[in-house]
Structures are given as structure tokens and as C-alpha cells.
């Protein structure tokens, strides 16, 4: 049974200082199958420095363990943000293996609030992670984190999508969404965004995200909007194919 949205334990960080004010950001998203690479080590600090060597501002995280057993028990979001000088948000899917699978932002400036959303369940249950971060100006945008279904069959996917566009239209802030979409451009899934935001668009010859290792499908995606409130802005594919399943993608954000 599809579920309704909600907001659910919404909470407030507790800030850092922040620097380079006024500058662009770097946004990342990227799959990080908890760590698990190609080889099938479990190895967080690689993936910790295919991060580090992209200098990101955000970071979007999917598939990631919060202190379960096939990860030895690692809280993964917290133990990348320490590893990377980064504030660290994580949202669960479900509990597993003696601890939480889900999601993860990490912020190089200060997460003021911290908003799961839950959607509807599909092979397994979902949320998107929206988190609040106030820019060394003082600003506030948002960030949206997502790793819809992943079955062959877009049913359950759009309309975890059309819950979140629902979440969406309702921000009253600048907002970041990038995530797994696990859909391509041309699905429906993808319309929904490219209707409400400007996408970061990848080189034509190098735009394939999944897998890492002989890629032929892109499903991973960074939009801003409203359109008005940012430069534009292109996305590449980080040619990365041994640290997880997925290529991470990475943007430059500029604001107008």
C-alpha cells in the first residue's frame, strides 16, 4: 500500500564554523554501496578519498550502513564526515543487520535542521533526506537526497517521485536534489524534476553513471532550483570504477 508523505524527526545540528564565503559550491552525489567496492572489500576510507580528492561542499550519499554488521558496525555518514571535516546527516530506510540502512548528506557548512521524508515503499521501504544548510552569508538552502526504487518497473518509482515533487514545491528556500533516481532521461521519473528545476547536465560522451565498471546507463542526477536563483551549471562523471557499484557525479553550483 502506497504511504503518504510526512516529515519525521526533524532536528537541529549543532553548527561549526564556516568558511569561503560567498563561494561556489561543489555537490556531489554518489552511491557508495556502503562501501563495498568492486573487489568486495569494505573499505570506507577509499571511499573517503575519492571524496576528499573532489574538494566537495555537499555530498549525497546513498546505500549506506549506520552501524550494521556487514560493515563492522560503522556509522558510516558520521564516520565519512570526521574523515572528511564535514558535517554528517544520516536518514534510515530500515533497520538491518543489528543497525539502520538508508542515506546520508555530509555539508562542509553548518546543517541547521534535518528532515526525513518518508515515501512510499517499493522493493524496499524509502525516504528522501532533506537537510537545511546555512551558507557562510547566512543564507539558507536545501538539500534533497534520493535513492528511488530500483525495479524494472517505473510504477512504484513515480510515485515516490510525485510525493517528493509534492515535498518540493512546498520549500520556501533554494534547493539542491541529487541522488540515484535509478531511472533515465526520457522516464517520467526524470520529468518531474527537469519541470521544477535546471539540471546539471553531463558531457554527452561521458555521461553513464552505473556501473562503474563498464557503464551504459545514467541514473544519477544533481538539479538546483528555482532556475532563477542559479548560474548554470554542467556536471561530470568521475571515472572511479573499483570503490562502489556507481561513478560519482560532481558539479560546480553557482548562485546568482
Not at 515515501?119 to 538552502?141: C, K, Q, S, W, Y
Not at 532556475?227 to 561513478?247: K, L, M, Y
Amino acid at each position: 500500500m502506497l504511504q503518504a508523505s510526512v516529515f519525521v524527526s526533524c532536528t537541529a545540528s549543532t553548527p561549526r564554523t564556516a568558511a569561503n564565503i560567498d563561494a561556489p559550491l561543489t555537490v556531489v552525489s554518489y552511491n557508495i554501496r556502503h562501501g563495498s567496492g568492486m573487489d568486495g572489500r569494505v573499505d570506507l576510507s577509499r571511499t573517503a578519498a575519492v571524496l576528499r580528492a573532489l574538494a566537495p561542499d555537499i555530498v549525497g550519499l546513498q546505500e549506506v550502513d549506520q552501524r550494521v554488521t556487514r560493515s563492522d558496525g560503522v556509522a558510516q555518514a558520521d564516520s565519512l564526515g570526521q574523515l572528511l571535516n564535514m558535517h554528517a546527516a544520516f536518514g534510515a530506510f530500515m533497520d538491518y543487520q543489528g543497525g539502520q540502512y538508508g542515506m546520508g548528506i555530509l555539508s562542509r557548512h553548518p546543517i541547521a535542521r534535518v528532515c526525513p521524508i518518508r515515501l512510499p515503499d517499493g522493493n524496499e521501504p524509502r525516504i528522501a533526506l532533506l537537510v537545511d544548510v546555512t551558507l557562510p552569508n547566512g543564507d539558507t538552502i536545501s538539500v534533497v537526497n534520493v535513492h528511488f526504487d530500483w525495479v524494472s518497473n517505473d510504477t512504484l518509482r513515480f510515485a515516490q517521485a510525485t510525493v517528493l515533487a509534492r515535498v518540493l514545491d512546498t520549500l520556501r528556500t533554494p534547493y539542491v536534489l541529487l541522488g540515484d533516481f535509478n531511472d533515465e532521461p526520457g522516464s517520467r521519473t526524470l520529468a518531474m524534476f527537469t519541470s521544477r528545476a535546471r539540471e546539471m547536465m553531463k558531457p554527452v560522451e561521458d555521461h553513464f553513471t552505473f556501473s562503474s565498471t563498464a557503464p551504459t546507463k545514467e541514473i544519477d542526477f544533481i538539479f538546483a532550483a528555482p532556475a532563477g536563483t542559479w548560474r548554470d551549471g554542467a556536471a561530470r562523471v568521475v571515472s572511479e570504477a573499483v570503490a562502489s557499484d556507481h561513478r560519482p557525479v560532481v558539479a560546480t553550483l553557482r548562485r546568482r
